[in-house]
């Protein structure tokens, strides 16, 4: 998440009213689960079904699954802390157990209990562990008010969570998992009170962790990915990893790829060499104008469809979200889809004020004119998913705020087409994830909804 001040006063008072007090008693695993209360108040939908919702006492951040030999886990985390739920009824969670936001608490902390954000959830399903990052900004918006770093918790036994330690690094808005989560690249956040991106500003760039042992996490010196902005080191918002094993970080300053493993060419020098989490080699990628304002794009996220697309070459494409809060939904970050057409040459490395290198976007969709459309101006893109194998494979979830999880079909890139949407009213949506044809959408009006989507037939 990164949003100017019309979202700080919202989420802020979730922050407030949703922690949970420090006593708060641990769900017996054995507890048998009361019927999952419907969506509170309207909802809008089309080619949705909605089979529950699960509570939680406050927003949720991230999503994440691991599969044991009893079925798949639900994690999530959030202001409360971070949850597990058994999905061996999917459409219906049970919840296992919880390390409530107390359990979370580092000192050095300004408030006694709380716990934000967490975005990008990730696991390791080989070790069974699962991975938090923790904001500078602890509690809520204030950065002064907790320690950053990343938090490696035991799900062994997703009964009993335990958390094996927090490991504090300058880095703990994301963190993604590399070479099986062996290591781990963490970014944010941006200190927004900066006079300006690069030294001193408190923006910066990728914290590379080696987690070969996760009981003693160790931080590796320097940054990755620095100089993405024309040239200058700016806030690396999230890290996605394609199906080719190229890591793309967005942020400001577009959105820029990189080997990770393996033996590849780096173009800025034409040689070959080796590949590491450590010192990646670059790819492809580069700075995002929005077609929208002709502003530069923050890159929340992005995906890299590996298939042909609209008669795009098989990656070729980027999908971004574009997070931006303008006054109204038609000035606000839509999905983008963008060509790595021209890119492939370190030109997104070499690329400065005075002689820029940008990506094409070749086409975009936002909320606004669409059929269940808010009376709302919080629309910008947010997570977004992919659903493989639904449709013809070219359909992304993605979460727009108060415009709730908006369904997308991209087989045209040039044109993108809304093909479904929910959107509880008064709601405000985080992150939708799939699994075993089911969406999960978190919401930072607290809860999880348990969605199964129907693409409409083609013509």
Known sequence: MWFRAPLWAVLLVVVLLGAPASGAPRPRPDAVPAPPPPPSGAVDAQGVAWLAHVPTASAVAGLAFIHYAGG????????????????????????????????????????????????????????RLVLLSRDLRAYGLDFQTGVPGLYIVDASDPRHLRLLTFHPQPAGHTTQCLAGCRYLWTGGPARVDAPAPGAGSGRQGVRVTDLRDPAHPVTLPGQVDEGRNDGVTDYVHDTDVDGAGVAWTSGAGGVRGYWVSGVHVDPRTGGSRPATPADPVPYAGGK?????????????????????????????????????????????????????????????????????????????????????????????????????????????????????????DVSDPRRPVQVGYFVPHGAVAAAPAYRRGLVYAAQYTSGIDVLRFTPPRRA
């Open 288 to 408: 995002v104008v929005s077609p929208d304002d002709a502003g530069f794009t923050f890159a929340h996220d992005s995906w890299r469809p590996m298939r042909a697309l609209g008669g795009f070459p098989a990656g070729q494409l980027l999908l971004v979200a574009d997070e931006d809060f303008g006054p109204s939904c038609e000035d606000s970050g839509q999905l983008l889809v963008v060509s790595l057409a021209g890119s492939l040459h370190g030109e997104g490395w070499t690329s400065t004020p005075d002689h820029p290198f940008r990506l094409q976007v070749v086409g975009s969709w936002g909320p606004v004119g669409s059929p269940g459309q808010q009376l709302s101006a919080m629309c910008s893109a947010h997570w977004l998913e992919p659903l493989p194998g639904v449709g013809d494979g070219g359909i992304v979830a993605e979460a727009f705020y108060a415009q709730g999880i908006r369904f997308i």
């Open 72 to 127: 798949d886990v639900m994690f999530a985390d959030g202001v409360f802390g971070l949850m597990a739920w058994s999905l061996a009824d999917p459409a219906h969670p049970r919840l296992l157990d919880e390390l409530p936001a107390a359990a979370l608490a580092q000192p050095g902390d300004r408030v006694a209990s709380g716990f934000w954000e967490g975005e990008h959830l990730q696991v390791d399903q080989q070790r």
